[in-house]
């Protein structure tokens, strides 16, 4: 019960590391909130996790749409009275090289995978000021750390989150909220396989998960989930503005 009494706003939670993130900090005592495009699946999220006990509300929210968020945070912080852990999970891939991806693409990925923390941290982070503690996780991506072929609007995006996270950090170390970065590698989630698809479409999918990383196995999306419940917790209370890289040897090669 690392996270008892605590408050979690989740973004990008209906699947993958999101959903397992939030299945995690609610066995480990933490209310969920929980916010996605995907009303279905976040909705079953947190049906799943009451059922096992744990409390979470669904929220649908469009995280690089500024007036949803100006809407939907405060009711969040209406509902729950506080905000511990935000943890700013939401995000797409898209494929492309700069000359050619169009604008569209390139601004839908920028908005949802940067913008999106940046407004989403706006209207949370006073909360976490006034109340002089809190916890912010940005789950960036290896990508943001050694780029990646075919992939320049997610790799500028993932980059930029890097760096946004070690300036939050300082910017916020003063009112004891801490800023860490989540850098995962392959996972096996719905946007793991469609990355699969995209660099080896003639590889069989599993043996190509097994062999992307040095491990030889693919990361779960609860591997992911153990990080960020470490980086929540008091065990890391002296960690801010830290990578914290989660990809099975990936980029040490």
């Known amino acids: 019960m690392k996270l008892q009494g ?18 995690l900090f609610a ?22 996790i009451r059922e096992a006990g ?10 690089s749409n500024a007036q949803q968020v ?6 969040i912080i209406q509902d729950f009275k506080r905000v511990d852990i935000l943890v700013n999970n939401a995000a797409i891939w898209r494929p492309g090289r700069v000359t050619d991806l169009d604008e569209e ?9 940067l913008k999106g923390i940046f407004l989403v941290s706006k209207y949370v ?3 976490m000021m006034e109340a002089k503690h809190g916890v912010v996780i940005n789950v960036a991506s290896v990508a943001g750390l050694v780029g990646a072929p075919d992939a320049s609007a997610y790799a500028a995006s993932k980059g930029g989150v890097v760096n946004l996270s070690r300036s939050m950090a300082l910017d916020f170390a003063p009112y004891n ?18 990355v699969v698809k995209h660099y080896k479409p003639t590889m069989d999918p599993t043996e190509a998960k097994r062999t992307w990383q040095p491990l030889q196995r693919v990361g779960t999306a609860e591997d992911m989930a153990k990080a960020a419940l470490y980086i929540a917790s008091d065990d ?13 040897g990936l980029i040490a090669q």
């Open 105 to 113: 693409t390139w601004d839908r990925v920028l908005d949802t995978n």
């Open 54 to 63: 744990g409390v979470c509300r669904f929220y649908e929210m469009d995280v």
């Open 236 to 248: 890391a209370e002296f960690m801010t503005g830290s990578i914290f890289v989660i990809d099975g």
């Open 6 to 23: 605590k408050v979690a706003l989740i973004t990008g939670g209906a699947i993958g590391i999101g959903a397992a993130t939030a299945r």
């Open 177 to 194: 909220i801490r800023v860490n970065c989540l850098c995962p590698g392959l996972t096996d989630t719905a946007q793991g396989d469609s």
């Open 27 to 48: 066995q480990e005592g933490a209310e969920i909130a929980l916010t996605d495009v995907d009303v279905v699946r976040g909705e079953e999220t947190c049906r799943q």
């Open 70 to 75: 100006a809407r939907v945070i405060p009711q």
């Open 125 to 127: 982070l006073p909360v």
